[in-house]
């Protein structure tokens, strides 16, 4: 069972639009999440954490974080071109390694 | 700043090989890692390493063995390639491998196995 579940699968948006993703753990012990970012034909980089609940604002990108119900989000507003990639959810425990989820391909069209 | 560099970038294997990849990172972190990315399943963790000559089995171990004889070097042995095997190894590193720090990773060595 996939621990760290991310949707939709894929996603396109115009350029200047909001992208959203979703992710959701299976496990209540996750207390760390990132979001990282993966062009094509490189490693995936790291985004912005969040481990707290309620929003986090870095520049265009804002994550949610609902412990109680499992639940991070990432929003990208005025999205362009080079935010097209694959977008990971990762999570962990205070004492273990981080899971990812199974990323969400973003499309942004000109 | 800091980089992490996996070599090569592709392999092609036959069936049965026994096959290496490398990884070296100057960023000075103590914990380095092995993930498997195969489309539509995200990142698996193979080995980890937290200090040299540290091993630390992930969740997709078996059929792979690994090695840290410096703290900026690991690199992943496939035992015996499978047949038809294609898969994108990404090496990656943390500063201490505690579960809040983000991972700093390479640009992956893409397998592909006849």
């Known amino acids: 069972q996939q621990k760290v579940q991310q949707s939709p699968e894929s996603l396109s948006v115009p350029e200047g639009g909001m992208a959203s993703f979703n992710c959701t753990s299976s496990d209540r012990n996750f207390q760390y999440f990132w979001w990282y970012r993966q062009h094509s034909g490189e490693g995936p980089k790291a985004l912005m954490?969040?481990?707290?609940?309620g929003d986090k604002k870095e520049g265009r990108f804002t994550a949610h974080l609902n412990k109680a119900s499992l639940h991070v989000s990432l929003h990208i507003r005025d999205s362009q071109p080079s935010d097209s990639a694959l977008y990971f959810c990762a999570a962990s425990e205070p004492t273990d390694k981080v899971v990812f989820g199974t990323g969400t391909r973003l499309q942004v069209s000109p | 700043g800091g980089i992490i560099t996996q070599t090569p970038k592709f392999l092609i294997g036959q069936e049965g090989q026994k096959l290496t990849l490398k990884c070296q990172q100057n960023f000075n972190h103590d914990t380095m890692y092995w993930y498997r990315q195969d489309s539509g399943k995200g990142l698996r963790l193979i080995y980890y390493?937290?200090?040299?000559?540290?091993?630390q089995k992930g969740d997709l171990s078996e059929g792979y063995d690994a090695s840290r004889e410096k703290k900026s070097s690991f690199s992943l042995t496939v035992t015996s390639a499978q047949k038809n095997e294609m898969a994108v190894f990404l090496c990656a590193s943390s500063i201490k491998g505690l579960s809040n720090e983000r991972l700093f990773f390479g640009h992956g060595t893409k397998l592909s196995v006849l």
């Open positions: 954490s969040i481990f707290s609940d």
């Open positions: 390493s937290i200090t040299e000559n540290d091993l």
